[in-house]
């Protein structure tokens, strides 16, 4: 077991640092930030001392030791535009998005592990055809159109709902929370559904193939003959099998969730991390870029980590075949 | 994706009722473009001055149509050329109680270099100060290094800041080299705090919350006209159709920039579209320094953009009437100048006519019967329709032989390559900030120097010594009526020389609530306590 771990922490280490070069050399391709972020009637002395200001007279490499240096001192950089710690910054906003991934994590499992049971139990019935076809649609509809189509329906044309933006937080623990407030609850609803979508018609996908395949092996079978009730089959011996390959997906979909709620976060205006990214990138904010890419590089590596580490503890057969390897 | 939603929208708008403004008291506005920073002095740009100015004034100010007015201080001579004397209001408050005096002059005007990772300085309008001295309380003597004509203008884009709240001695001794009695000066990210940013505007601030809303609260000790509202919310928007959507939904009151195809929905929904036009032109610019110019075949080798007549050929290629209709919607008015007129120093020229033949003529008086083949350069997401508008000139011009390909990248990237010089013709646009026409002038086709800090946005390396002459002189002239004259001569040497063609300025265009009412402003700006109730 400790080996294992030992051996995946390294892999972890390896992928970050590939990422650290990747993200730098690629940010550095992108432009010169000073073209945009200055005032078109600064002069030329004014353009150079900005460029020398925000370090970008330095050569290529000597950038990258310097950010290697800082970031292994836990400092990645001041952001261009906003002028104080990039990682402040982008934790600033990350309440705002882990509410958000949450809460259509919640929501796609809550209502897409039911639904995928259903479905896989019963796969000729009317609700389970329905369960299927309805999935297809979460899976095909482009998540920017999706959030235009329930902004139009539920915001302008019933005005049961806001247009976009974070409601009304309150702090927890040093956090500005808002699912907590009514008004943050309005606010937060169309976003974590348009987020949740697509995660739900992938689980109920996932959950139903489990759950056919299941109903066939033996100890299933066995364990009807036994006399169980079809609720304790369901519950203990379908759930807990089928829950391995929905829990990866659960980890590797929290990932993406956090780091890429991108288009989500831009149709509802959600002042997340995933907007900031792409204000960021408009502007040319290199640290801020660089940070928030290592960050959500650090965040899916870790929650990778953890699923590793939970599927050893789900399946004694990883823990045994890896002490033997 | 565009048209999916606009057919969209239009049927759905037509079932939609009129909701009014729940709160009458409280105004929102959706916002194209986020703030960076509550400090005034820390990232010189479009979208900070124009939440700022609501908070923080300064000693002048721009009316919408860019005319520099009195603002914190009432009256401004020149002594002599070098010298300004400006007269100060009096009995003005500052949000914390304090009175405003000439120290608080001096310490804004010092305190400008001493912010710290500015990503844009406002040292370019504090450059030229030599000196800043208080006869009195409330008058400021300002002595400038040369003459400057554009103080006044120029000081119109550094907002006072209050001393006491920056923690200032009382003693404050301006010198170029660093002023004495500063304190410790608060840096940009203090000024999220209501306590630090502290001004003289008619709004307060009450909470900025980064990414999602501005919020803020009226002064009520306000030394001018009382804006309408005792609370403004400001929220950033920046994709188009969410914008939109905010505005028929009835999240926000008033939006800025909707998208020009959405206007028509817009309209049947109720709102109100106002329109001005800005004083941002849309020009091309084409490389003429040199023989060797980038993507340019079948000349031989030669550039035929250092021909006058070749350039004159492009301009009269260009149909300014069918871009104006088909691309822009109508929100565009073509160009014959720089800079719209009437503003300062204008001649009122026509836009050139589109004449196919005569440009064809031209080519071929040039040399170039046949044409050549060319690259034109544009950004893609910078102006109005920007890729759409330089696909249509590029379509005109093939059609007098001069195949043109365009080469569209987003504005960071177009920008970076544009300074490196990797277009032999490029569009783009130009807002004069100073709202007259030494700012396109001295930036876009000025001799590039890079010493002298000239010719800046100058890719085209047009040069023209006479007229450079002519614009310096121009820009140490005092006296308003000649320097008018002087700057007259000199756009009308580069226009007659098509150094630079203008296409067309744009117009600015926010949607509102019918119960709304706003004095569109050529800058672009969307300044909230302007923003009045609309007479019954």
């Given at each position: 077991?400790?080996?294992?771990?030992?051996?995946?922490?390294?892999?972890?280490?390896?992928?970050?640092?590939?990422?650290?070069?990747?993200?730098?050399?690629?940010?550095?391709?992108?432009?010169?930030?000073?073209?945009?972020?200055?005032?078109?009637?600064?002069?030329?002395?004014?353009?150079?001392?900005?460029?020398?200001?925000?370090?970008?007279?330095?050569?290529?490499?000597?950038?990258?030791?310097?950010?290697?240096?800082?970031?292994?001192?836990?400092?990645?950089?001041?952001?261009?535009?906003?002028?104080?710690?990039?990682?402040?910054?982008?934790?600033?906003?990350?309440?705002?998005?882990?509410?958000?991934?949450?809460?259509?994590?919640?929501?796609?499992?809550?209502?897409?592990?039911?639904?995928?049971?259903?479905?896989?139990?019963?796969?000729?019935?009317?609700a389970g055809r329905s369960i299927m076809a309805g999935s297809i649609l979460g899976f095909s509809l482009p998540?920017?159109?999706?959030?235009?189509?329930?902004?139009?329906?539920?915001?302008?044309?019933?005005?049961?709902?806001?247009?976009?933006?974070?409601?009304?937080?309150?702090?927890?623990l040093g956090m500005q929370l808002s699912f907590l407030t009514l008004d943050g609850l309005r606010h937060l609803i169309l976003p974590a559904v348009n987020l949740a979508l697509f995660k739900m018609s992938l689980i109920i996908r996932l959950t139903r193939a489990n759950t056919r395949e299941a109903n066939l092996q033996d100890y299933v079978k066995f364990a009807r003959a036994k006399g169980l009730s079809s609720r304790r089959v369901v519950l203990v011996h379908i759930l807990k099998n089928i829950m391995i390959p929905v829990v990866t997906i659960i980890g590797l979909e929290l990932g993406s969730m956090v780091a890429f709620a991108i288009v989500t976060e831009t149709v509802f205006a959600w002042p997340g991390m995933g907007k900031l990214l792409i204000d960021s990138i408009n502007l040319l904010d290199r640290p801020l870029i660089v940070a928030y890419l290592m960050l959500t590089v650090f965040i899916i590596v870790t929650i990778n980590l953890v699923v590793d580490v939970l599927y050893s503890v789900l399946d004694p057969r990883v823990r045994l075949s890896e002490v033997k390897g | 994706m565009r048209r999916t939603y606009a057919t969209l929208m239009a049927g759905?708008?037509?079932?939609?009722?009129?909701?009014?403004?729940?709160?009458?008291?409280?105004?929102?506005?959706?916002?194209?473009?986020?703030?960076?920073?509550?400090?005034?002095?820390?990232?010189n740009l479009a979208t900070n001055t124009q939440v700022l100015s609501n908070i923080f004034?300064?000693?002048?100010?721009?009316?919408?149509?860019?005319?520099?007015?009195?603002?914190?201080?009432?009256?401004?001579?020149?002594?002599?050329?070098?010298?300004?004397?400006?007269?100060?209001?009096?009995?003005?408050?500052?949000?914390?109680?304090?009175?405003?005096?000439?120290?608080?002059?001096?310490?804004?005007?010092?305190?400008?270099?001493?912010?710290?990772?500015?990503?844009?300085?406002?040292?370019?309008?504090?450059?030229?100060?030599?000196?800043?001295?208080?006869?009195?309380?409330?008058?400021?003597?300002?002595?400038?290094?040369?003459?400057?004509?554009?103080?006044?203008?120029?000081?119109?884009?550094?907002?006072?800041?209050?001393?006491?709240?920056?923690?200032?001695?009382?003693?404050?001794?301006?010198?170029?080299?660093?002023?004495?009695?500063?304190?410790?000066?608060?840096?940009?990210?203090?000024?999220?705090?209501?306590?630090?940013?502290?001004?003289?505007?008619?709004?307060?601030?009450?909470?900025?919350?980064?990414?999602?809303?501005?919020?803020?609260?009226?002064?009520?000790?306000?030394?001018?006209e009382k804006p309408d509202w005792e609370t403004v919310m400001m929220r950033p928007i920046s994709s188009n159709g969410p914008r939109?959507?905010?505005?028929?939904?009835?999240?926000?009151?008033?939006?800025?920039?909707?998208?020009?195809?959405?206007?028509?929905?817009?309209?049947?929904?109720?709102?109100?579209?106002?329109?001005?036009?800005?004083?941002?032109?849309?020009?091309?610019?084409?490389?003429?320094?040199?023989?060797?110019?980038?993507?340019?075949?079948?000349?031989?080798?030669?550039?035929?953009?250092?021909?006058?007549?070749?350039r004159k050929a492009i301009s009269l290629a260009i149909n300014r009437e069918a871009i104006k209709e088909r691309i822009m919607g109508g929100f565009a008015v073509p160009a014959g100048e720089l800079l719209p007129p009437p503003m300062f120093g204008t001649s009122g020229r026509e836009a050139d006519p589109y004449d196919p033949e005569q440009a064809k003529a031209l080519l071929a008086d040039a040399g170039y019967p046949d044409g050549f083949e060319i690259t034109l350069g544009t950004p893609n997401d910078r102006y109005i329709n920007d890729e759409q508008v330089a696909q249509a000139i590029a379509q005109m011009l093939t059609r007098i032989g001069i195949k043109t390909n365009v080469d569209a990248s987003t504005a960071s990237q177009f920008f970076s390559r544009r300074n490196a010089l990797d277009f032999p013709i490029y569009m783009a646009g130009w807002g004069a900030s100073s709202g007259e026409m030494s700012s396109p002038l001295k930036s876009l086709v000025t001799t590039?120097?890079?010493?002298?800090?000239?010719?800046?946005?100058?890719?085209?390396?047009?040069?023209?010594?006479?007229?450079?002459?002519?614009?310096?002189?121009?820009?140490?002239?005092?006296?308003?009526?000649?320097?008018?004259?002087?700057?007259?001569?000199?756009?009308?040497m580069v226009l007659d020389d098509y150094g630079i063609i203008p296409i067309h300025y744009e117009q600015t265009v926010w949607a509102l609530d019918p119960s709304l009412d706003y004095e569109p402003r050529v800058d672009q700006y969307t300044i909230a306590f302007q923003v009045k109730k609309a007479a019954d």
């Open positions: 077991m400790i080996v294992y771990l030992v051996r995946r922490f390294g892999q972890s280490l390896l992928a970050i640092a590939a990422m650290a070069v990747l993200v730098f050399v690629g940010v550095y391709a992108i432009g010169n930030p000073v073209d945009i972020l200055i005032n078109p009637e600064a002069n030329q002395a004014e353009i150079e001392a900005t460029v020398a200001r925000l370090g970008l007279d330095k050569p290529l490499w000597e950038q990258f030791l310097l950010f290697v240096w800082n970031a292994l001192h836990g400092d990645l950089g001041d952001s261009f535009v906003y002028g104080r710690p990039a990682v402040e910054i982008i934790l600033e906003r990350l309440p705002a998005t882990m509410e958000l991934a949450f809460v259509a994590l919640i929501l796609s499992v809550g209502i897409g592990v039911p639904l995928g049971v259903l479905a896989g139990l019963k796969p000729d019935s009317i998540n920017f159109w999706q959030g235009m189509l329930l902004i139009l329906v539920f915001a302008v044309l019933l005005g049961w709902l806001p247009a976009g933006g974070r409601g009304e937080t309150v702090d927890v | 759905l708008i037509a079932g939609t009722a009129l909701t009014a403004p729940a709160m009458a008291e409280e105004l929102t506005i959706g916002l194209k473009s986020e703030a960076t920073s509550m400090d005034p002095q820390f990232h004034e300064g000693l002048t100010e721009q009316d919408p149509v860019q005319k520099v007015e009195p603002s914190l201080a009432t009256e401004w001579t020149a002594v002599d050329d070098t010298t300004w004397r400006f007269t100060l209001r009096e009995g003005v408050k500052f949000h914390n109680g304090s009175d405003f005096t000439a120290r608080d002059v001096i310490y804004t005007y010092c305190r400008v270099p001493l912010v710290e990772n500015s990503p844009s300085s406002y040292t370019i309008f504090t450059g030229t100060m030599a000196d800043v001295t208080a006869e009195d309380d409330y008058t400021v003597i300002i002595k400038t290094e040369g003459p400057n004509p554009l103080l006044p203008t120029e000081i119109s884009n550094l907002p006072i800041v209050s001393a006491d709240a920056g923690g200032a001695e009382e003693t404050i001794t301006f010198g170029t080299d660093g002023c004495e009695g500063m304190g410790t000066v608060p840096q940009a990210g203090d000024f999220n705090s209501p306590d630090v940013a502290v001004g003289t505007g008619p709004y307060k601030l009450q909470e900025f919350t980064r990414g999602n809303q501005l919020v803020l609260s009226r002064f009520e000790d306000y030394w001018g939109v959507a905010a505005l028929l939904a009835g999240d926000v009151m008033m939006i800025e920039s909707p998208p020009i195809q959405d206007i028509p929905r817009i309209e049947q929904g109720g709102y109100k579209i106002i329109d001005a036009l800005s004083n941002r032109i849309i020009y091309l610019h084409m490389r003429q320094d040199t023989a060797d110019a980038p993507s340019i075949s079948g000349t031989d080798g030669k550039n035929p953009l250092q021909d006058v007549n070749v590039f120097d890079k010493e002298a800090g000239r010719g800046v946005t100058n890719a085209g390396r047009y040069s023209n010594a006479e007229m450079d002459a002519v614009l310096e002189e121009a820009m140490t002239t005092i006296d308003d009526a000649k320097r008018d004259a002087l700057l007259q001569k000199a756009e009308t």
